[in-house]
């Protein structure tokens, strides 16, 4: 079975500390994405790999930035964490986009609240 | 760009029958749907293909309207496992990789 792993289940931060968020898939898969989830909005994309050291900006991009140096592991970084950005933090990975394959695979979400 | 989905909620008794709708202002190149159980990760269910391939599992269904860019997800019988958020995700003709997920529908199946 596929696995995503997130690096916290819960996670309490002030106001303007930096936020890694960690993100390991186990199957080799080419794309990664980070999305947020909001009550009644959602899962909005923050960003998308499509593969090491590519990135691209989602519909959310603003206040965040991500890093892929291994194919297996996808961060998102919160350079100066505000309120507005205590939300569930969902990585999710896939194969491909071609077809079957491009089911996307969910971590279990990292709960960030920032006060 | 979001996909609206309809009704926002339902609630079943086990056995009836449900549809939930998605729609999109713009051309599509496929349909995804997923569930999402309180205090879990979505799951995929179901993926429609422009063209008219689907592929899927579980006994739920879908259909694609190309031409109106709709997707409707069919739940028949329902069955308590059933209960969860479903959320469409919408990949278009002028986005690769990406999906634009709908805000969901919470569904609550009631023995």
């Known amino acids: 079975d596929v696995k995503v792993t997130q690096s916290s289940r819960y996670l309490v931060k002030r106001t303007g500390e930096k936020v890694f968020l960690e993100c390991v898939q186990d199957?080799?898969?080419?794309?990664m994405f980070w999305y947020r989830q909001d009550p009644g909005l959602g899962l909005r994309l923050i960003y998308f790999s499509y593969d090491v050291k590519m990135k691209e900006k989602g519909d959310i991009p603003e206040g965040y930035s991500v890093s892929r140096e291994k194919k297996e592991r996808f961060s998102l970084i919160l350079e100066s964490a505000s309120t507005n950005q205590t939300s569930m933090y969902l990585c999710?990975?896939?194969?491909?986009?071609?077809?079957?394959?491009?089911?996307?695979?969910f971590g279990p979400g990292t709960r960030l609240t920032v006060t | 760009q979001q996909p609206v989905q309809s009704p926002q909620a339902v609630i079943l008794r086990e056995g009836e029958d449900a549809v939930i709708n998605c729609s999109s202002s713009?051309?599509?190149?496929?349909v995804h749907w997923y569930r999402q159980k309180h205090g879990e990760a979505p799951v995929f269910l179901m993926i429609?293909?422009?063209?008219?391939e689907q592929k899927g599992h579980e006994k739920i269904s879908a259909s694609f309207n190309e031409k109106k860019q709709q997707s409707s997800l069919y739940l028949t019988a329902s069955q308590l496992s059933y209960s969860g958020t479903y959320f469409c995700g919408t990949e278009t003709m002028d986005s690769s990789y990406k999906l634009i997920f709908g805000s969901g529908t919470r569904l609550l199946v009631r023995p």
């Open positions: 199957m080799d898969h080419e794309n």
């Open positions: 429609l293909l422009k063209g008219g």
């Open positions: 713009k051309a599509l190149y496929s």
């Open positions: 999710a990975s896939s194969l491909d986009n071609s077809g079957a394959a491009y089911e996307q695979y």
